[in-house]
């Protein structure tokens, strides 16, 4: 099972910017889909981001299209996550997550390895 470690977290006015990591260890994520998914205060998970195992393919929720951007270096075992003009609906932990296999599932059980988060907190 990989293990994944994030950082990067912080405090950040309303329209800053951060990049969060995550790094993986025990195994190559050239196998794994990888997630970004948040977690606010009272709400459930969700997702927020999603990449195939070669960086082809992207995908986004909704809310935060067009802010933010998720890629990867499978050569430094390592995901990101830039988040521009951030809003203080960002403020959550955000985690990462790895999927064994090529594609995306559409499902966030299908992640089978997660990390342990970084809080993101965006003031106004």
């Known amino acids: 099972q990989v293990q994944l470690v994030e950082s990067g977290g912080g405090l950040v006015q309303a329209g800053g910017s951060l990049r969060l990591s995550c790094a993986a260890s025990g195994r190559t994520i050239s196998n794994y889909a990888m997630g970004w998914f948040r977690q606010a205060p009272g709400k459930e998970r969700e997702f927020v981001a999603a990449?195939?195992?070669?960086?082809?393919?992207?995908y986004y929720a909704d809310s935060v299209k067009g802010r933010f951007t998720i890629s990867r270096s499978n050569a430094k075992n390592t995901v990101y996550l830039q988040m521009n003009d951030l809003k203080p609906e960002d403020t959550a932990v955000y985690y990462c997550a790895a999927a064994l296999g090529t594609v995306v599932p559409k499902s966030k059980a299908d992640f089978g390895s997660w990390g342990q988060g970084t809080q993101v907190t965006v003031s106004s």
């Open positions: 990449v195939n195992w070669s960086g082809g393919n992207t």
